[in-house]
């Protein structure tokens, strides 16, 4: 991926940093009539005719920059300093497609390695200039937005050239990286050991190993491989009051695990600069398969039965209606028709398609650990659609922000949102949600496409992950997602977790307070005083109560 996106110019005008995917006619048709849209194509506006303000990096705090990472990794021409304007969110690509409300870092700051990270921080530290670090930029919260906390200015401290493997122990299967690599390239060189991290998320082409501990990311095989929160052995981070290293042994009982606090701090308790992670051997063996069973109760049921049974595949996604139809359509018309006909046949009146996804050392490991997944469903009734299927959406999986791309070019307000909850609450969470955000966005106008799935399941409770397809609203693009998304997360907030695998960034930080307590948040003010006294990292975000500026 490192060669789609330069070092220097960063070309992230589209979601995914790549060409657009275009939508099949029939595709197109389809959506135009379920939601609404119009006959009008509405293309970002070109780069060169936004209104970009003057870099306010003083010289003094420049040059200072440039002795430590060199001239040439100091950037402040308009390129690269929208390049880093905020992250992948709907809210945020609209704005690099209109110019407005657009938050743009003053510089572009690129070290080499974690020395140079640090004496960049010290150099901020002495000039009060904040700082965002910025790795893939593929934040949907807001957490990379460059924000100035009532500073003078706001630099990014972009780690792409932290890209190294530090070193690999194959006895104890730990990998340190640096955190600037891409997690392709992390799976390429561990491969080349043997090894794998396992870690999946849609972000993958994009993302960064320092990212995904900062954000405590979940990719999409966790339940065979963990969060990424449960890979991170060590870690280490630059900060205003020097470099900090946490991890020394693979348990302890010295105190609570600062690790944890490091994990998830999203820039604004230090710049992580090295990841020590647990590996594991790379599978020689997978298989993806797909069922359909009838109506969202009895998927969440059966996915409920494998979380509670032990028995969860690696891969274990469970689609709604809406968006099992969604997928069908944007597949083909033909099909679809031919699959509803089918399934209508076997007496599913509404499919919702569960992926099934294992990867092994072994093939005797593979059939097994199948084998007990298959146990565990069979008391719910269900249609296999096979291997096809299920490998149809393993090669594909990656590729939904290359369509939104093309979705926002059609007109379409296209965005995502998630948490989780308990078992208990997760079919209720997920209506009220949905009528939530149909009632912000779909007055006068065709209502909007709401889709869910179960993307990561746990004995106690599962994850919520919607997506939104609605026709945009011209006059007021951002305000209408925003409507949308104030209404979700306030009926999320009084029944789940504000988010399961997001982060916290600015866009959530209103309902963090509710969730973690008073207490909780004098706890992280606390940290926050503790590490970073005069408030230059990343603000506006994770810690309640610090208001963007």
């Known amino acids: 991926m490192s060669e789609l996106i330069d070092h220097t110019l960063r070309g992230s005008w589209t979601s995914s940093g790549a060409a657009a995917a275009p939508l099949s006619a029939h595709a197109l048709r389809w959506l135009r009539d379920r939601i609404g849209l119009v006959e009008e194509s509405t293309p970002a506006v070109p780069a060169s005719l936004l209104d970009v303000p003057e870099s306010a990096l003083g010289e003094a705090v420049r040059a200072e920059l440039a002795d430590v990472v060199g001239e040439q990794h100091v950037l402040t021409e308009v390129a690269p300093r929208l390049g880093r304007a905020g992250g992948m969110s709907y809210t945020d690509l609209m704005r690099r497609r209109t110019g407005s409300e657009l938050a743009v870092p003053d510089g572009v700051v690129l070290p080499a390695d974690p020395e140079q990270v640090q004496r960049v921080v010290d150099v901020c530290v002495r000039h009060d200039v904040a700082v965002v670090p910025f790795g893939g930029g593929t934040s949907v919260v807001g957490g990379v937005s460059a924000l100035r906390g009532g500073k003078s200015a706001v630099i990014a401290l972009d780690v792409t050239r932290l890209d190294q493997l530090v070193s690999v122990d194959p006895v104890s299967r730990i990998a340190v990286f640096q955190a600037g690599v891409r997690a392709p390239e992390a799976e390429a060189v561990l491969a080349s050991h043997g090894f794998t991290l396992g870690h999946f998320p849609q972000s993958y082409e994009r993302a960064t190993i320092g990212g995904f501990a900062a954000t405590r990311s979940a990719g999409q095989a966790s339940a065979g491989y963990g969060r990424f929160e449960s890979m991170v052995e060590g870690v280490r981070l630059a900060t205003p ?31 992580i600069t090295e990841v020590a992670l647990r590996v594991r051997p790379a599978a020689t063996e997978r298989q993806y398969e797909a069922w359909v069973l009838d109506g969202w109760q009895a998927g969440a049921d059966a996915v409920r039965a494998l979380a509670q049974a032990h028995a969860l595949a690696d891969v274990t996604r469970l689609s709604d209606v809406d968006e099992t139809e969604v997928q069908l359509e944007l597949a083909g018309g033909i099909k679809a028709r031919a699959l509803h006909t089918m399934l209508r046949g076997r007496g599913v009146v509404e499919p919702c398609m569960l992926v099934l996804g294992w990867e092994a050392a072994s093939r005797a490991e593979l059939k097994q650990r199948r084998a007990a997944t298959l146990q565990a469903l069979r008391g719910f009734r269900s249609v296999r659609l096979g291997r096809k299927a299920g490998e149809a959406w393993r090669a594909n999986r990656f590729a939904g922000p290359r369509q939104r791309d093309a979705l926002l070019d059609l007109g379409v307000c296209v965005e995502t949102l998630e948490t989780a909850t308990r078992w208990s609450a997760v079919s209720d969470l997920r209506s009220a949600v949905r009528s939530a955000v149909v009632r912000a966005i779909g007055v006068d106008r065709k209502a909007p496409i709401v889709m869910c799935h179960i993307s990561h399941a746990y004995e106690t409770g599962a994850s919520l992950y919607f997506t939104v397809l609605a026709a945009r609203d011209s006059d007021d693009p951002i305000a209408q997602w925003q409507r949308a998304k104030v209404a979700a997360s306030e009926v999320i907030a009084e029944r789940g977790t504000i988010t399961h695998h997001h982060a916290v960034g600015a866009d959530h930080m209103p309902w963090l307070g509710g969730e973690i307590g008073t207490i909780g948040v004098d706890v992280l003010a606390a940290a926050k005083r503790a590490i970073d006294p005069t408030g230059i990292l990343n603000p506006g975000k994770l810690i309640p109560g610090r208001e963007p500026a």
């Open 241 to 271: 009051v020097g470099d900090w290293r946490l991890g020394a042994a693979p348990a302890s009982a010295a105190g609570p695990d600062l690790r944890q606090l490091a994990v998830g701090s999203e820039g604004a308790l230090g710049v």
